[in-house]
Structures are given as structure tokens and as C-alpha cells.
């Protein structure tokens, strides 16, 4: 049998490594947490800027007046052609 000493020892020991376990999770859970929010902050930011450049290049395309629309009134295939041919060139 262990004397009474060696248990506890045995039983500080055992509750002291529960304790730190606890607290170094915690601090492993903070910082994962952070990294997670800043790349969901990094991931949005991301897709605003492609979104912008998206808006851009549509409102640059609509400058030329060429309607691409087959179902739209104003539509003439003449133009889109020649539009397609200048922007291969």
C-alpha cells in the first residue's frame, strides 16, 4: 500500500496535469477561433473585390450599346457579330 504522502502526491499531480489541460485547450480553442474569424473576414473581403471587378467589366461592356439579349426588342445580331470580331482582334 502507498502512504498517505504518495497519494497525495499522486492525486496533485493528476489534478495539477487536468488543470493545465483545461487552460492550454482553452488557449489552443482562442486562437483557432481567432484564425477562423480572420479568414472568414479575409474570404468575404475576397469575393466584395471580385464582385466590384464584376460590376466593372459588365458596366464597361454595356458602354458600347451592343445588346446581347436575343430576346430583347433592341437586339441586332449585325452588331454583336461585329463587336465579337473587333474584340478578337
Known sequence: MASTTVNVVRYTALFGGVFYGIVHR????????????????????????????????????SKDGVVTDPEDPRFDLEKLIAKWEADSQ
Do not use: C, F, N, P
Not at 36 to 61: D, F, G, N, Y
Open 26 to 61: 482553452r488557449s489552443l480553442q482562442k486562437a483557432h477561433d481567432a484564425e477562423v474569424k480572420q479568414h472568414a473576414i479575409h474570404e468575404r473581403e475576397h469575393l466584395i473585390a471580385e464582385a466590384k471587378e464584376a460590376w466593372k467589366r459588365k458596366q464597361e461592356s
